[in-house]
């Protein structure tokens, strides 16, 4: 009870996949998750997922020059190497799984098209293959019986000499805390959407495990490299899949041009997303949009391949808009969508923390550098689950467990208790607005010097303010007034990194784009920003990037 | 208004009160039945052949309509089951190539199935076709006094999208307008929409009475009189078995269960002889003598 | 971002908390400043961001696929974070409640374990047979395709939610469950079709369906839960597992209406239980009483379709077909 060899915090698709290879190997494992492991965000990844498939003639490094050139190298090459070179084997095992993945005439796994690619190789199930590769793995979970803290919010990791031994989580049923020991924890509890408004992300994306490994004190790296999604719905940020534009949609400004002719004329649409993102920025900003937005246009696609391919596009855009995509093109916007940055980890899931280990969005090792491509954070959550795992288990065979440690139990138990005693403070919800408000003006698509350090005063403010924060709900008993609050300050400590990696890294790369520095500086900082907490200050450095054999270019499309 | 009358196989079967007062109303709502131009049709399949084989009871139900269409008549239906059954036939046979696919068979006897008349229940005729002000005006009698619980049948109010409820708003409410129309007031209550439990009743009996209990003993408690439904497959169940669900129940539930047809010959002066209002299982003679009719 | 409200809506919800009053629900009503725009979901936000944080839901993704947010708007489930408030409300009012056929955990956030053990006691994992290739298993695309109807699947609870059998059978395994079945069922690649068939046989499988389509129209995902039992059935009878009275009863349907073109009710029931079947004969035996004295029992030789032979021609042509 309560004690694991493996704990995976987050049930999304690395958590999952790290489980089951945990699982796999005999190792005692839990998976804890503060919504049931369908719900996780993974589920909204529609496009698909890359994977060179050798046997076919496709080449991984093929695969790999894409994905670093997309990161405006700085991904570390020898991390995009693995992930590329493990992508074939990870698809079909995925498949054997049972993912329904689309099929070519002679039954063969399918492809299309996807940004920054030089050739098909995304795998695909519809406009829904996050949720059919999510759908999969839990159900081989379900198949080994594994174990599921499911609504279970952790509030602290349990670190003992330096090392990671667990968590203390929340049973959000009963609103009891618990330490859990583990010998190894892995932390894969996705991005942090929701520090921006705007965002396609979820209410569920506030950044915890972030959070919780920067204050345990592992670095947070390249966290100023935001990734805007070029189509999202305008007004609630909702994802309108990059697999649109890979079937051959369009993108027109108000005067009914494919503008993506003059930024990305060899790649059009299907350039890497910060290309296009900033494209139709400039279109908008330039007066060429329309309420401030661009249009998707998809009718040339046609009904029938609208309906076979991108059939949850056809439903977002009828539900939430009433646009039949065969009829009407469809305005779209930048919107905040992923984070490249995150937990620093080695190429096998390893934090700064030993015993703390970390894979999926939450994680940086870094694969995507200053901007992913699209399908292939499907592919990192997968092959990286799978490797922290191994990881984890070889460390847990290393150490012993510790003994329960009753007084941070009572602490953290009143300090969660303070929080809900509180009252006539402000909400949280008027925290997490200006919070949204100031991080997507502060750090958007574009930014400067200035509107990063307004962003920075902002959050430092609400840090602040947070202290004097109240909830309304003073039960136990499935309270989410509580756990919001909590989230709160996992994102502002998110944010306020964020704020520090943007100020600091002083060119422009990737997603990070300072109208005040525009040019890309790869003699001073082909490198990666840390920020991290020592002694309770936040502290910044930089390290190199890891080059093998791709030399840092000029990235065209 | 002349249409194609469709019985179904109970209304000649175990309800043949619903075939005669069906008979005895359309006379004077001014609905000429014809009732030999579906002579040749057969049973809708009614969902359970469909579960053996889907596009069997769709070419079924497309030479039903087609014989109909052949005498350029459109189909009139007085069961919520046949009704539902060939408005989803007809929802698929809106795809050209499964039409043509059809077609291909039906062609063999010399039909053709185009849709062109879509098939009604006579309860949607009464309240789209011949409407409020004129159905009022032939009202004879008004049935003040009497709390009546709709009750629609599955099959006349599901999918919605099939019954083209987007398009014919009215056809949500219609047995709640038709019961004011006649003056009586509508006893709401939440099983209205609800199974009777009949596609179960020699499947899982126990099941199917729990059905009948919940919605007849609800309807009771709430204040009916009596419970009114379009289709007699439900009339069966509520019926024939509410005594072993009030049994089962362990109370009484006693609620007379009426056809729409019936209700309307009421309003319209008819005798309750005419329209065979005794011939129930659960007895009317309560009921009528609270509206001062006598049985 | 402070937002000039349209109208005021009034947001009726029942409530439930374990720690007050031993749990007894009671109906709170707020009064939300709306815009044109905005789902039930965005209203529900709204209250628990800036009225009352004490109100319990489930909320994720807000775009339709994570299926956190299913609950009853004015008495039917729906998804929340897709139904248009304009479209919902009557009179500016609007009735939430959390989904039914489950225990409610608190407020709008009920307990979907009895949902997930249904789920889990289906196999709902795909278990392929034979050698496992080195590459993909091959499967044509037309049934992958086929098969991300299903697969569009949320487990949102809102079919679970609305089953009339569920309402009086609560060891049925329900409509979610049930399609999931027929995912595995249907995918070439798995093996084990025809022990998942005689599963399904059993009590609490696919013959306790009512077709009642209620799982069809709340589902909003267009799953069309109902279909995929109709299928199993069909499969299973395909399969000559049908040695049960849902089975029985859909082939006696299906043979009257060969032979006569109208069916009998008398006949069939007696096709169904079995002519022999002397136990369950009499236990329908009062009901035949019943309906006799009031003068509903049906002919025993009753009317048949005028045209009987064309009937018959096309049971022959498409009988074996699907």
Partial sequence: ?557 | MKFAFFPGCVSRGACPELYTSTIKISEILGIELDEKALESASCTGAGVLQEKNQLLGDTLNARNIALAEKQNLPILTICSTCQGVMSQAEYRLEDEEYRAQINETLAEEGLKYTGKTPTRHILWIIVEEIGEKKFKALVKRQLEGLRLAPFYGCYLVRPSKALKFYEKTERETCLEDLTEWVGATVVDFPGKTACCGFPIVTINEKASLKMVGNHTSTAKDLGAAAMVTPCPLCHLNLDQYQDRAAWMMKREIDLPIIHVPQLVGLALGLDPEELKINKHVISTKKLLSEISLQP | MVQTAKKTIQIEIKRQDPEINNGESYNQVYYVGVEDWFTVLDALIKIREEIDGTLSLRCACRASICGSCAMRVNGQAKLVCKTKLSVVEKNNKVLIEPVGNMPVISDLASDFKPFWDKFNAVDPYIKPEGEVPDGEYLAPNDDMVHLVGVMNCIMCGACVSDCTVLEVKDNFLGPAALAKSYRFIADPRDGSQFERLQDLEKDGGIWDCTRCMQCIEVCPKGVNPMERIMSIRSKSMENKIDNNYGARHAKSFTDLIKSNGIVNEVLLLLKTKGLFNIIELIKILPIAIGAQLAGKRPPFFSHSSKNKDEIKKIFKKLEDKE
């Fill in chain 1, 1 to 557: 009870m309560y004690e694991h060899d493996i704990l995976i915090v987050g049930a999304g698709l690395a958590g999952l996949r790290a489980a089951l290879e945990s699982i796999e190997a005999g190792k005692n494992t839990a998976i804890l998750s503060k919504v049931h492991p369908v719900r996780s965000h993974s589920c909204a990844a529609q496009g698909g997922i890359n994977a060179a498939l050798t046997d076919r003639g496709d080449d991984w490094e093929d695969h790999a020059l894409s994905t670093i050139k997309g990161s405006d190298y700085l991904a570390d090459q020898e991390a995009v190497e693995i992930m590329c070179r493990e992508a074939g084997e990870n698809l079909i095992e995925l498949e054997h799984m049972g993912v329904i993945f689309s099929r070519d005439e002679e039954g063969r796994l399918g492809t299309r098209r996807f940004g920054g690619q030089t050739v098909a190789r995304t795998f695909f199930v519809g406009a829904i293959t996050g949720s059919a590769m999510l759908h999969v793995l839990y159900e081989q979970t379900v198949k080994q019986n594994a174990q599921v803290y499911e609504e279970w919010f952790v509030t602290k990791l349990i670190i003992e000499d330096g090392e990671c031994r667990g968590v203390i989580a929340m049973d959000i049923h009963s609103g009891k805390l618990e330490i859990i020991k583990a010998k190894s924890v892995i932390l894969a509890t996705g991005g942090a959407g929701r520090i921006f408004e705007p965002s396609t992300n979820a209410l569920i994306c506030t950044g915890d495990g972030l959070a919780l490994a920067y204050n345990a004190g592992a670095s947070l790296m390249d966290m100023e490299m935001i990734q805007y999604h070029p189509t999202g719905l305008a007004g609630n940020g909702i994802l309108l899949s990059e697999g649109a534009r890979g079937e051959g949609a369009y993108l027109l400004n108000s005067n009914g041009e494919r503008f993506m002719e003059d930024y990305a004329p060899e790649y059009l649409e299907l350039a890497s997303r910060d290309v296009v993102s900033r494209a139709e920025q400039i279109e908008i900003n330039e007066g060429r949009g329309i309420d401030g937005c661009v249009l998707l246009d998809c009718r040339h696609l046609g009904k029938a391949k609208i309906e076979e391919r991108l059939g949850y596009l056809q439903e977002v855009a009828t539900e939430f808009r009433g646009i039949d995509l065969a009829e009407q093109p469809i305005p779209v916007k930048p919107t905040m969508h992923y984070i490249m940055g995150g937990i620093k980890t080695d190429f096998m899931g390893k934090t700064d923390v030993p015993g703390l280990f970390a894979a999926g969005e939450c994680a940086n090792v870094s694969v995507h550098g200053g901007n992913r491509l699209g399908a292939n954070s499907l592919l990192d959550t997968i092959v990286f689950g799978r490797r922290s795992a191994r990881a984890a288990i070889e460390h847990s065979s290393q150490v012993n467990s510790i003994s329960k440690n009753i007084d941070e139990l009572n602490n953290e138990t009143k300090r969660i208790q303070n929080i809900i005693n509180r009252s006539n403070g402000e909400r949280s919800a008027t925290l997490r607005n200006e919070m949204g408000e100031a991080m997507t003006s502060g750090i958007g698509v574009f930014r400067d010097t200035r509107s990063i350090e307004l962003a920075k005063q902002k959050v430092l403010s609400l840090i602040d303010r947070y202290e004097n924060t109240s909830i309304d709900n003073k039960g136990k008993i499935f309270n989410t007034d509580l756990i919001f609050n909590l989230e709160l300050k996992y994102m502002l400590d998110v944010a306020l990194t964020m704020c520090v990696g943007a100020e600091n890294r002083k060119e422009s790369r990737g997603a990070h784009y300072r109208t005040d520095i525009t040019e890309r500086d790869d003699k001073n900082w082909l490198k990666h920003t840390h920020v991290v907490k020592i002694d309770g200050e936040v502290q910044f450095y930089t390290s190199d990037v890891n080059i093998t054999k791709w030399a840092p270019e000029i990235r065209k499309y």
